[in-house]
Nanobody
Framework: QMQLEESGGGSVHPGGSLTLSCAGSGFPLRYYAIAWFRQAPGKEREEVACVSSVDGSTAVAASVKDRFSISRDNAVNKGYLQMSDLKPDDTAVYYC???????????????????WGQGTQVTVSS
């Protein structure tokens, strides 16, 4: 069974850090773009970061670019989202997605049309 599972969410104070993990099972993540999305209550889902399976290039949303980074470790079939200097506005459910990257297909689009995890809650409050 092919699936993704996020972990690492939790509650932190403003200024804190968390690293989210996205573990793939049943398929080799090395061939898949990995992306992170988040959705806060009452808001649209938004793109956070994406890492290509082709060349490892990354894209990070402007709103978090100075604080978040994305990485992958194909050897252990995982992707990561490193988050620092967290703010209350970062409170959301964070989802990872992974999709095969066809030629010319942007990272986020590839991931969106692939597999999704169940989400992990991140809460930032004082």
């Amino acid at each position: 069974q092919m699936q993704l599972e996020e972990s690492g969410g939790g509650s932190v104070h403003p200024g804190g850090s968390l690293t989210l993990s996205c573990a793939g099972s049943g398929f080799p993540l090395r061939y898949y773009a990995i992306a992170w999305f988040r959705q806060a209550p009452g808001k649209e889902r938004e793109e956070v970061a994406c890492v290509s399976s082709v060349d490892g290039s990354t894209a990070v949303a402007a709103s978090v670019k100075d604080r978040f980074s994305i990485s992958r470790d194909n050897a252990v079939n995982k992707g990561y989202l490193q988050m620092s200097d967290l703010k209350p506005d970062d409170t959301a459910v964070y989802y990872c997605a992974a999709g095969l990257m066809g030629e010319g297909v942007p990272c986020y689009r590839a991931a969106t049309h692939g597999y999704w995890g169940q989400g992990t809650q991140v809460t930032v409050s004082s």
